[in-house]
């Protein structure tokens, strides 16, 4: 299993970038998928996250401004990201809970994506 971000780049503060994050392999289901950032020198923090059901999830920094959205057939998220501002600059990661079959068992567990980066110049 391998997730696949895409997107991002350099915006001005206000303006608006897209990620997308696509999952392949021998899946059977993924559960929730999500984003997280990380900027330089502090901790990687949760940003947004959706289940299969719809359900979305926001970190209170980008509530009002981000949309995640995802497709169920395709296997991807996407996250919207309007409005930016200098502190939504780092480098974003895509997450998922994915399950695959052990056997005749689905078992699951968290994939990550490789980062890509978001700068927001001022």
Same mark, same amino acid.
């Given at each position: 299993?391998?997730?696949? +971000?895409?997107?991002?780049g350099?915006?001005? %503060?206000?303006?608006?970038?897209?990620?997308?994050c696509?999952?392949s392999?021998? @899946?059977?289901?993924?559960?929730? =998928?999500g984003?997280?950032?990380?900027?330089?020198? #502090?901790?990687?923090?949760?940003? %947004?996250?959706? @289940?299969?059901?719809?359900?979305?999830?926001?970190?209170?920094?980008?509530?009002?401004?981000?949309? @995640?959205?995802?497709?169920?057939? #395709?296997?991807?998220?996407?996250?919207?990201?309007?409005?930016? #501002?200098?502190?939504?600059t780092?480098?974003?990661?895509?997450? +998922?809970?994915? +399950?695959? =079959?052990?056997?005749?068992?689905? =078992?699951?567990?968290?994939?990550?994506?490789?980062?890509?980066?978001?700068?927001v110049?001022?």
């Amino acid at each position: 299993v391998q997730l696949q +971000a895409s997107g991002g780049g350099l915006a001005q %503060a206000g303006g608006s970038l897209s990620l997308s994050c696509a999952a392949s392999g021998s @899946i059977f289901s993924i559960n929730v =998928m999500g984003w997280y950032r990380q900027a330089p020198g #502090k901790q990687r923090e949760f940003v %947004a996250s959706i @289940i299969s059901g719809g359900t979305t999830l926001y970190a209170d920094s980008v509530k009002g401004r981000f949309i @995640i959205s995802r497709d169920n057939a #395709k296997n991807t998220t996407y996250l919207q990201m309007n409005k930016l #501002k200098f502190e939504d600059t780092g480098v974003y990661y895509c997450v +998922a809970a994915i +399950a695959t =079959m052990i056997g005749s068992t689905p =078992m699951a567990q968290d994939y990550w994506g490789q980062g890509t980066q978001v700068t927001v110049s001022s």
